[in-house]
């Protein structure tokens, strides 16, 4: 049979490894989508009457924003008619791997490897496709990510950072400089790492060549507190203020507390005029408290994110350029 597109209807998401639970009830409570109908391939979301005037949900890391059935007799014919449409694809496949393995050797020459910190987020349009059946895949051109398939993943570091946490940092500096076009802390540049024990962001800011406030009510790891870029105060965090403390190009924090309670810190920082940028992890307390999610994405210059190294939690950035 010749190759045949067929449009849809509405948008398609893709969760998070293993988040797809999370992205459900994400659409079921913030959206009052429940009742939607859907079609599941694998983590692969479709919405056949959601066309995203709404938003998107923040558990989706790449949405098919004009999705599309191919359907194709062989695997240069399926490659072929992608290249057809544009030139960069990325594939997110729940069966069939092989297949489609055969379908993206094909296809033009992306980066798909583990990423080394720091990173250059590419902003040139990618695709994304999935094969539903040996003969047919369901793709869109225009998704709502550049990222390949919407998920960074960093050579992991097994040895010197104090706790996984530093990957979580490492994405959040990639998604500011990607979003706001800042560059990534730097030598002579302070920052104020709130929460700070055991001291994976901090780890990652020295690596920079930052220097670093850490407060937290513990120490953080000792090759930490040996170092000279660190200045460590035993403190609650959120009970310092930001007269007391100075100017910062950076703060942060990755602090359990209920979103209410982060949210009235950052307006507190946000008001002294002492930093022009902040990237803080909103942690959800059981259910997710919407409503504080969305003040957050109000602020202006801001945007809340789910990060591929987030959990039940989001991550808000807020970068202004001078």
Known sequence: MPVRIEKLPGSAFLSFPEMSGFLETEIGERFNSSGRKRISYGDLLYYPDWNCTDGIPYWSRTAMLDPFLLHFDSISDAAGALKAIQRNWASYQYQLFRRAGFIQEKLPYINLKIRKFPLSVPHSPVGLYTLIDENTLIASAVTSSSIPAGSIQFEEDHESPPSRAYLKLQESLSMAVYLFGVEFPGKGQRCFDAGACPGGWTWVLTGLGSSVLAVDRSELAPELMANPLVTFQAHDAFTLK?????????????????????????????????????????????????????????????????????????????????
Request: charged share 20%; proline share 2%; hydrophobic share 40%.
């Open 242 to 322: 930001p007269q007391d403390l100075g100017v910062f190009d950076w703060v942060f924090s990755d602090v359990i507390c209920y979103p209410e309670r982060l949210y009235a810190w950052v307006q507190m920082w946000l008001e002294s005029g002492l930093t022009r940028n902040m990237i803080c992890t909103i942690k959800m307390q059981g259910s997710a408290d919407w409503n504080t999610v969305s003040k957050f994405a109000g602020i202006t210059d801001s945007r809340v994110v789910h990060l591929n190294y987030n959990k039940h939690e989001l991550t808000w950035i807020h970068c202004q350029k001078k």
